[in-house]
C-alpha cells in the first residue's frame, strides 16, 4: 500500500503526515519536493529516531502547498495540532509573529506573538515565517500612516506628533 502512494506523490513543496497502526500521527515533516523526501524514508537505512519512526509507519498522507514558506508554516501549525510523537524541534512555545491592528480610539500597529491571547476587537495579518520581514513591515506601515506609536495615550502631546 505504501508503494502505491509513493508512486501517486508530486515533485511539489508541501507537509507529510506519518501515521501509526492505530491511525494516529506520529510525524509531520515539509518538503520543497515531497515525492524525493518522503520516498528517503522508505529506500534507505535508518539509525536511532529515524529508525524507530520509519517502523512505526503504517500509512502517510500528505498536503500540496504552493511554496517552501507556506508548507514551514503549514508544518508549526500540524505540529502544534496533533503534537507528534517523533516532532521535537517544534514543540516549543515559539510562534510565528502576526501584525496586530489595535481597535483602540487611536490605533496602533504591532509585532505580535501571543496572538491567541490578544483582545478579540483587533485585526491579525500574519503569520509571517520571518520576525525581521515583520518588523521592516511595521516600521514602514508606522511611516506611512500617522498611526500611534505609544503603548499608554500621554496626557500631551508626545514627541511624535511635534515631528509630524
Known amino acids: 500500500m505504501i508503494k502505491e502512494k509513493l508512486d501517486l506523490l508530486p515533485h511539489a513543496p508541501g507537509c507529510y503526515l506519518m501515521r501509526d497502526i492505530k491511525n494516529t500521527i506520529i510525524y509531520v515533516g515539509k518538503a520543497k519536493d515531497l515525492k524525493k523526501r518522503v520516498v528517503t524514508y522508505f529506500n534507505r537505512l535508518h539509525t536511532g529516531k529515524t529508525k524507530m519512526l520509519v517502523q512505526n509507519i503504517e ?3 500528505y498536503i500540496v502547498t504552493q511554496t517552501e514558506e507556506e508548507a514551514l508554516i503549514l508544518e508549526l501549525n500540524l505540529i502544534k495540532e496533533h ?5 521535537i524541534l517544534l514543540r516549543d512555545d515559539k510562534t510565528y509573529p502576526y501584525i496586530e491592528l489595535t481597535n483602540e480610539s487611536f490605533s496602533r500597529i504591532l509585532v505580535v506573538r501571543d496572538h491567541l491571547r490578544r483582545k478579540k476587537n483587533t485585526r491579525l495579518f500574519g503569520p509571517y515565517p520571518n ?24 496626557s500631551k502631546e508626545c514627541l511624535y506628533y511635534h515631528i509630524k
Open 131 to 154: 520576525a525581521y520581514a515583520a518588523r521592516k513591515i511595521v516600521n514602514m506601515l508606522n511611516r506611512l500612516y500617522p498611526l500611534r506609536k505609544c503603548r499608554n495615550l500621554p
Open 83 to 87: 503534537d507528534p510523537k517523533y516532532n
Open 59 to 61: 500509512t502517510f498522507e
